[in-house]
T-cell receptor, first 114, second 115 residues
Framework: GENVEQHPSTLSVQEGDSAVIKCTYS??????FPWYKQELGKRPQLIID?????GEKKDQRIAVTLNKTAKHFSLHITETQPEDSAVYFC?????????????FGKGTKLSVIP | SAVISQKPSRDICQRGTSLTIQCQVD?????MFWYRQQPGQSLTLIAT?????????ESGFVIDKFPISRPNLTFSTLTVSNMSPEDSSIYLC????????????FGPGTRLTVT
């Protein structure tokens, strides 16, 4: 089955700096890669996703890149703000054909220092 | 996104008992899933809740321990049976909305503590 590795497990940045979280996956059939943000005591929230036919996707201060050949994808947050502090999870799915199961990485705890 | 609710939001139960968690969505969805998130850990898929048929369980999870029902397109239940302290976790349902392809949205979760 799919295996998703996520690094780093913790990340501290100064407010205004950029943060990068990286994930690798094992199943070359995976074609959908979402990122979730989970604040303490809250549900995971989908913040951005990318499909395997796209190399990069941006949404304001957040971007995700995908390298299918190397089987890795990354989350980039620019101009970080204290409210970006949370645990971020990457995930992978083979998607389609009735199969939408997500395999999650272990998470990255991001702390943005004011 | 769909409005997803779960009941109860939290519970404290004694070992050996069972708890049924409900997941209700305000619109029809194509897929419903149940996940477990142990304290400080990532999310692990328990099973896919199939409408009108038996759920599809992931490795390490069995129907006798986690029976699941999904009688229609907007509602599902997960029962945690014969509980032990190791079952203390947050249990979350997630859905894929009708008309979308892959995006999964999570319910608020049920925080279960087994004493």
């Amino acid at each position: 089955g799919e295996n998703v590795e996520q690094h780093p497990s913790t990340l501290s940045v100064q407010e205004g700096d950029s943060a990068v979280i990286k994930c690798t996956y094992s199943d070359s059939a995976s074609n959908y890669f979402p990122w979730y943000k989970q604040e303490l005591g809250k549900r995971p929230q989908l913040i951005i996703d990318i499909r395997s036919n796209v190399g990069e996707k941006k949404d304001q201060r957040i971007a995700v890149t995908l390298n299918k050949t190397a089987k890795h994808f990354s989350l980039h947050i620019t101009e970080t703000q204290p409210e970006d502090s949370a645990v971020y999870f990457c995930a992978a799915s083979t998607g389609g054909a009735g199969s939408y199961q997500l395999t999650f990485g272990k998470g990255t705890k991001l702390s943005v220092i004011p | 996104s769909a409005v997803i609710s779960q009941k109860p939001s939290r519970d404290i139960c004694q070992r050996g008992t069972s708890l049924t968690i409900q997941c209700q969505v305000d619109s029809q969805v194509t897929m419903m899933f149940w996940y477990r998130q142990q304290p400080g850990q990532s999310l692990t898929l328990i099973a896919t809740a199939n409408q009108g048929s038996e759920a599809t369980y992931e490795s390490g999870f069995v129907i006798d321990k986690f029976p699941i029902s999904r009688p229609n397109l907007t509602f599902s239940t997960l029962t945690v049976s014969n509980m032990s302290p190791e079952d203390s976790s947050i249990y979350l349902c997630s859905v894929v909305r009708r008309g979308t392809t892959y995006e999964q949205y999570f319910g608020p979760g049920t925080r279960l503590t087994v004493t």
